[in-house]
């Protein structure tokens, strides 16, 4: 059965950091590109990064670009997000999401396992 958990989430001001963690279990991590997205209420789910199987090709959403930054350490099975300067327009659930295959994808339908997401919360 597989599982991602996140943590890392909470209450922050704006300018603050958070780092987020998500920790996979009975999947062949290393296999698998992995994402980080999020949904605010009454918004479509968006993929904020994206990390292929061994690191070599990232994807970041235009709005976070210099500010948040992916990461995994496959022999941890785990994907981290670095969010730093963050701002009120980045408050939603994030969800941690592996991939069907190790190479990036962009959509929701490319990634097969999701987590229980974790809040954001950013205030001004």
């Known amino acids: 059965q597989v599982q991602l958990v996140e943590s890392g989430g909470g209450l922050v001001q704006a300018g603050g950091s958070l780092r987020l963690s998500c920790g996979a279990s009975?999947?062949?991590?290393?296999?698998?590109?992995m994402g980080w997205f999020r949904q605010a209420p009454g918004k479509e789910r968006e993929l904020v990064a994206a990390?292929?199987?061994?690191?070599?090709?990232?994807y970041y959403l235009d709005s976070v670009k210099g500010r948040f930054t992916i990461s995994r350490d496959n022999a941890k099975k785990t994907v981290f997000l670095q969010m730093n300067s963050l701002k009120p327009e980045d408050t939603a659930v994030y969800y941690c999401?592996?991939?069907?295959?190790?190479?990036?994808?962009?959509?929701?339908?490319?990634?097969?396992?999701w987590g229980q997401g974790t809040q954001v919360t950013v205030a001004s």
């Open positions: 009975g999947l062949i991590f290393s296999a698998h590109a």
């Open positions: 999401a592996a991939g069907r295959r190790g190479g990036i994808g962009t959509m929701t339908t490319e990634y097969d396992y």
């Open positions: 990390i292929s199987w061994n690191s070599g090709s990232t």
